[in-house]
Structure formats: C-alpha cells, structure tokens
C-alpha cells in the first residue's frame, strides 16, 4: 500500500517544485533544469536519510526531472546544415513539465482562498428560525384589533405627554390618588359604551397627573391585548380613535 508522507508543507512532488522555484526565485516558464533537479534530489535524499518512506510519486518525478535534463543536455540541430526542404520544429522538453506546475498553482491558489473562505465563515454562529406562532396573537395588533400597532400608541402618549406639559399651570396643588389599571380599565370601558360611537386616543386622558396619565395608557394597552376595545387609526401619524367591541363586558366581570 502506497504511503503518501508530507514534508513540512509538501503535499506531493509538484508542491515541492513550486516551493523550490518560489524560493530560488525561478522564472516558471524557464526553469534551469540542472538547478531544480538538483535542488529537488537534495530533498529526495534527506527523506531516505531520515529513514522515511519516499512516496513513488517522488520518485516518478525525480526521474521525469533527470529525463528532462538528459534531453535538455542533448546537442541541438544544426539548422544550416538540413535540407531546406525538410521543416522542422524542435520541441522544449519542459513545456509538459511548464504546463502541470501552472495549472497545479492554480489549483493550490483556489484552496487557498475556499480554506480562508472556511475559516471566516466558521466565526459565524447560526440557529434554526424559531416558532413565535405563540406570540402572534399578542404582538400583532394591527390584524385583531384594527390598524394600530403599540409603537403608533407610544408616539401618539408621547405626544400627549408634551402637550399636557405644556398645558400645565404654572402653580398646581398636587394630590395623591392612587388607582389600579383594572379599576381604570372598567372606567374606560365605561366610558366607551355609554357614547356608543368612537372617540379620540387623547379624550381618555382627563387629567394632567402623570400618575393618572401613565396607568390610563397602561389600561388602554390591556384593554387593546385583551381586544375589549377597537383602536384605529386613518393615515399614520393623524388622530387615533377608540371604540368598545361589541358585547364586552367589565374587565371584574370577565
């Protein structure tokens, strides 16, 4: 059974050439045969010295090397001296040898790049998508209980926060009343179904307290998730309406 060994960064006998031509700073498309064949035997030898066992295609291309050398150290054709009838063409014996070490540079860039690739992609972290089909009814507002969404709520009691402020009297006596967002709810509700039509977002904020204030925006975010009431609104950024669903009752009745 063939043992294929890897030399420090050797993979194979073309990645030792190449890393001999790198570093004799070698022109790939005129190697010196002598130089690379002795470069590349010295490298043969230190492997059997080390006592292992040389892979067979080592050795394969150390003798397509001394092959290449031999043919490179025959003498040429004297040109003047042919018949000028007979065309030839004298072959490199290198181009072979020219065209495999570039196409397997090739080969080795691309890993390289698919291998950074890899690494890259390894820092990234994924998960499955998870199912939130559990959440929907709480968070989509805008299909159970008309074209408001939580987000257009807090912007519009922004808004009402400002102009209550600014509507504030510049000396107020101010008393503690506390009340609970169930009592304010059924207040609301209260309210809704006595005028039997919508009414403005803003008309449900009677006082100035920011107590009062926040636990009545509390009161009218439960009443939305509960779908006790109906809140709506034409085009974004206009005037929100609300209005009692049909046949509700109290929330202390519920």
């Known amino acids: 059974m063939e043992y294929n060994v890897k030399i420090e960064a050797f993979e194979g006998p073309m990645d030792l050439l190449l890393h001999l ?28 010295d080390l006592k ?10 150390a003798a397509t090397l001394l092959a290449i050398k031999s043919k490179m150290l025959l003498p040429k054709y004297d040109e003047d001296s042919l018949d000028e009838e007979i065309e030839f063409e004298e072959e490199d014996p290198r181009d072979e040898l020219v065209e495999r070490l570039i196409e397997y540079r090739k080969f080795k860039e ?52 400002r102009r209550k402020k600014l509507q ?16 304010r709810m059924d207040e609301i509700l209260v309210s809704l179904q006595s005028l039997r039509k919508r009414t403005t977002f ?26 006790k009431i109906i809140v709506d609104q034409e085009e974004n950024f206009t005037e929100i309406f609300v209005e009692a669903s049909e046949e509700v009752g109290l929330v202390g009745q519920t």
């Open 168 to 183: 504030k009297p510049v000396s107020t006596r101010i008393t503690r009343q506390e009340i609970s967002i169930e009592k």
């Open 21 to 48: 031509i790198n570093s004799l700073e070698i022109d790939i498309y005129d190697i010196p045969m002598a130089q690379i064949t002795e470069q590349y035997m010295i490298y043969v030898h230190a492997m059997k």
């Open 52 to 61: 292992l066992d040389v892979a067979s295609e080592y050795l394969v291309m």
């Open 110 to 161: 691309a890993a390289t790049e698919l291998r950074s690739r890899e690494e890259e992609r390894g820092q990234v972290f994924t998960k499955p998508p998870s199912d939130l089909s559990e959440y929907i009814e709480d968070s989509n507002l805008k299909d159970s209980i008309g074209q408001v969404t939580v987000y257009d709520m807090l912007g519009a009691f922004n808004k009402l926060l």
């Open 202 to 227: 803003t008309s449900l904020f009677p006082s100035n307290q920011k107590d009062h204030l926040v636990v009545t925006f509390l009161a009218v975010l439960e009443l939305m998730k509960r779908q």
